[in-house]
């Protein structure tokens, strides 16, 4: 009999995963119509236990509160199933009669499951219904802080799937967590694909484990008070969605980012909404307690009421006090603060203008936060937008507190709890993750262009009829751009110029008078096809047309020259052609 708590834990893995590919296997064969109604009967079940699973995740976890904590679970028992009603994700999904092109929903499989501890039980609601929802079969690998609460959740949803009819073994639960064990189910040769939402450790792990993996990076989230917005109501956004369970959302706001001139405002309006400004020793005192090893937050304060992290910190606010806030004069290492806190601590961040609150928003996500969410509170479109353009963030939320914002509550993004934060934080996708990241898309392509034998040899002749005349494309571009009333002028061409000063100092070009365009020096000129040598240019400005006019002499130009525009619309005027093509 075993005994040792890792071989039990791993042997655990071994067992359900088998169980849940043989239900998967049997899945397959479910209609899309089976598949909506198992997930509903999980949406019923888990709305009918949302308040007793946050109650368990907050008395096992000690993080948040059991309020919070049901609109979580409510969110993915109830916001999340109105999404999916509709979707289809079995069998023929779409069809494209124009290409002639039938596309196929096929499941992966088993899909492995890992669950943070901040959002034990609606992250196990929202995982296991879009996995289900997607045809497949799911394993869910608890924190092991949170095991208790996390199994009890995917027991509601197992029950109540078997109940419409799933296969047996559909949702398996690993009662013993660890790590060996966690690694162990996303390496398993019967794993498809991996959901892991957790510290930067185990996300790293799932994408180390080299199966497709979709994990999400921490959230350091700042949020732009823009001098347009008005500035009471935005501080209002800021603080409902940095209270809303103490913070446990990645996507909480971490810092305010404003202009200096509205400074005082920003601090009556958090002051007026129940938040304490800490001095500099309170803040000193608040990073100590918050962070070990630089800023790695720490584990026991993350979810905890301010009160309770003020006390920790050595000193005594108001019970009434609903966040801490202190102003940080950086962004980065040698400013802890201005990291992610996990907790209704919130950072402080005053400059001088819109642009730097644009460097410094900039600054806080490259430092904790690449890819995840980010907000602007403003009046002015445009600004939302050079804001969204800017930052490197896949949530860009504007006038809504960002963990509302960013799961799909407040905004038309899709209900989600697993966040991509894209390549630049090296996840797989920067999508709230959906069903349809659960199945790939075969496709029946059906012939609509006639091919034959002699195609290859058409498409050579076509690229291979001889030397490009860049004359004449320069001319039909001319043309063109005329026939739309937009003839290009002339105009310094940056670029054209560090070329030219290059080709200049190897010799290769001259600067010709009194345009000053640069031109081929003589000695890189060679006769033209005319009865005695003639100068052969490789560019050609409008001085240069004028010159030949007057002496009543053509220009011949090689295959490779320049032609302004100026200079071919003064030719074109010419009865005679002017422009002659020479063969270098």
């Known amino acids: 009999m075993l005994q040792d708590p890792d071989l039990i834990s791993l042997q655990e893995v071994r067992t359900k995963i088998e169980k849940a ?4 296997q049997r899945f397959r064969a479910f209609t899309q119509e089976q598949v909506d109604a198992i997930a509903e009967r999980m949406a019923e079940a888990a709305r009918g236990h949302a308040e007793h699973l946050a109650k368990m995740a907050v008395d096992e976890t000690g993080y948040g509160n059991a309020k919070d904590k049901f609109a979580k679970n409510m969110f993915a028992a109830e916001r999340l199933p109105a999404e999916l009603r509709g979707m289809k994700t079995v069998g023929v999904i779409r069809e494209r009669p124009d290409e ?56 509601v949803l197992y029950r109540a799937a078997v109940s419409a009819g799933a296969p047996e073994g559909i949702i398996q639960c690993i009662t013993q967590p660890t790590v060996e ?67 446990t959302l990645c996507s909480s706001e971490q810092t305010i980012v404003a202009e200096t001139k509205i400074r005082q405002n920003v601090l009556s309006a958090l002051q007026a ?20 090893k630089g800023t790695t937050v720490n584990p026991d304060l993350v979810g905890h009421a301010a009160a309770e992290i003020a006390k920790r910190a050595g000193f005594t606010v108001p ?50 936060g690449l890819g995840h ?25 504007a006038n809504t507190p960002t963990p509302q914002g960013s799961v799909g509550i407040t905004t038309g993004l899709f209900p989600a709890m697993t ?58 571009v001319d043309r063109f751009l005329g026939g739309k009333g937009a003839a290009p002028k002339p105009a310094a061409s940056p670029t054209a110029d560090i070329v030219d000063k290059f080709l200049e100092s190897k010799g290769i070009i001259t600067t010709c008078e009194p345009c000053s365009a640069p031109r081929r020096t003589p000695e890189a000129s060679k006769p033209g ?56």
């Open 181 to 247: 064990s966690t690694n162990e189910l996303m390496k398993h040769p019967r794993t498809a694909v991996i959901l892991s939402t957790g510290g930067a450790g185990i996300v790293k792990a799932a994408y180390s484990s080299g199966k497709p993996a979709y994990g999400v990076g921490p959230g350091n989230v700042p949020v732009l008070v823009d001098t347009t917005a008005d500035t009471e109501w935005a501080v209002r956004g800021v603080l409902s969605g940095k209270t809303f369970d103490y913070g």
């Open 529 to 584: 096809p005319a009865e005695k040598p003639v100068a052969v240019s490789d560019f050609v400005c409008e001085a240069d047309v004028r010159e030949a006019i007057r002496a009543g002499r053509k220009i011949y130009i090689s295959a490779k020259a320049i032609v302004t525009p100026s200079a071919r619309e003064l030719a074109n005027t010419q009865k005679d052609e002017l422009l002659i093509s020479a063969q270098r």
């Open 419 to 476: 966040l991509g934060c894209g390549a630049v934080a090296g996840n797989a996708t920067g999508d709230n993750v959906t069903p349809m990241h659960l199945i790939n898309i075969k496709r029946l392509a059906w012939g609509i262009r006639p091919w034959s034998q002699d195609e290859p040899a058409k498409l050579s002749a076509a690229v291979s009829s001889g030397p490009v005349d860049r004359a004449r494309i320069s001319a039909a």
């Open 273 to 292: 909404n129940g938040t304490f400004l800490c001095d500099d020793t309170q803040a000193k005192a608040l990073a100590r307690v918050l962070f070990s």
């Open 100 to 155: 002639k092109v039938t596309e196929i929903a096929v499941p992966v499989g088993v899909v492995a499951a890992v669950l943070p501890t901040t959002n034990p039980t609606s992250t196990a609601i929202y995982k296991t219904l879009i996995a289900l929802k997607a045809g497949n079969a799911i394993v869910l690998s608890p924190h092991p802080r949170a095991k208790g609460c996390t199994c009890a959740t995917a027991e």
């Open 319 to 368: 019970d009434s006090t609903r966040v801490l806030a202190a102003e940080v004069a950086g962004i980065g290492r040698d400013f802890p603060l201005s990291a992610e806190k996990l907790s209704p601590v919130l950072a402080l961040h005053f400059v001088e203008s819109f642009d730097a609150a644009l460097n410094a928003c900039e600054a806080i996500l490259r430092f904790h």
């Open 373 to 397: 969410t980010c907000g602007i509170y403003t009046n002015d479109e445009a600004k939302a937008r050079v804001f969204a353009e800017r930052m490197p963030a896949f949530r860009v939320l």
């Open 21 to 24: 590919w043989a239900a998967a």
